[in-house]
């Protein structure tokens, strides 16, 4: 079983920057896949950022080059360096893991980008 807990979401102005955290509940070595993804009222879940195990980061068009994915091993986290953020950026963001065949979700942490 995995356990991940984001934190970081608030509200901030368009233009502004924010930090997401994901903490997972034990080592994140073995996961195969971490990411970010968000879901906006009324529109379905869509990927924003992930990375596999080997360090190898994929990023949806519509955030490349402002949001950047990290990840700490020795941490037990994943992190989400959101900057230039837009109205449109405004959602829940989830942090996910993948594990082989096993996918663990996150509760989700709220940003709103104010215009």
């Known amino acids: 079983q995995l356990q991940l807990v984001e934190s970081g979401g608030g509200l901030v102005q368009a233009g502004g920057s924010l930090r997401l955290s994901c903490a997972a509940s034990?080592?994140?070595?073995?996961?195969?896949?971490m990411g970010w993804y968000r879901q906006a009222p009324g529109k379905q879940r869509e990927l924003v950022a992930d990375m596999i195990s080997g360090g190898l980061t994929n990023y949806a068009d519509s955030v490349k080059g402002r949001f950047t994915i990290s990840r700490d091993g020795a941490k037990n986290a994943v992190y989400l360096q959101m900057d230039s953020l837009q109205p449109e950026d405004t959602a829940v963001y989830y942090c996910?893991?993948?594990?082989?065949?096993?996918?663990?979700w996150g509760q989700g942490t709220q940003v709103t980008v104010s215009s």
């Open positions: 996910n893991a993948k594990e082989i065949t096993i996918e663990y």
């Open positions: 034990r080592s994140i070595f073995a996961i195969n896949v």
